[in-house]
């Protein structure tokens, strides 16, 4: 799923398969030079979409186990709602 995102720069979601594990990113293209590089935005963990993630972010953010998580949680729901 490609997304674009208000920096005019194509974003999606790419999957790592580590060890029979899924792995899910957030990334973006940035063109280095004549190259285009990935630049990883955020870590999806389990989450096959950005909208997944973004919701688990959201309870997260609602319910945490202490000040460091809520802080965290709150950060990922402002970098991915960049992206909805």
Do not use: N
């Not at 720069?9 to 029979?20: D, H, M």
């Not at 899910?24 to 990935?38: C, H, K, M, N, P």
């Not at 319910?63 to 709150?74: T, V």
């Amino acid at each position: 799923m490609c997304l674009t995102s208000k920096f005019s720069a194509v974003t999606f979601v790419r999957t790592k398969l580590v060890k029979g594990i899924s792995y899910s990113y957030l990334v973006q293209g940035v063109r280095d030079g004549d190259r285009v590089r990935q630049k990883v935005v955020a870590y999806l963990g389990a989450h096959k979409t950005v909208k997944a993630a973004y919701a688990y972010w959201i309870r997260e953010a609602k319910h945490p186990q202490s000040p460091a998580e809520r802080k965290h949680a709150k950060q990922m729901v402002k970098k991915l709602s960049r992206y909805l």
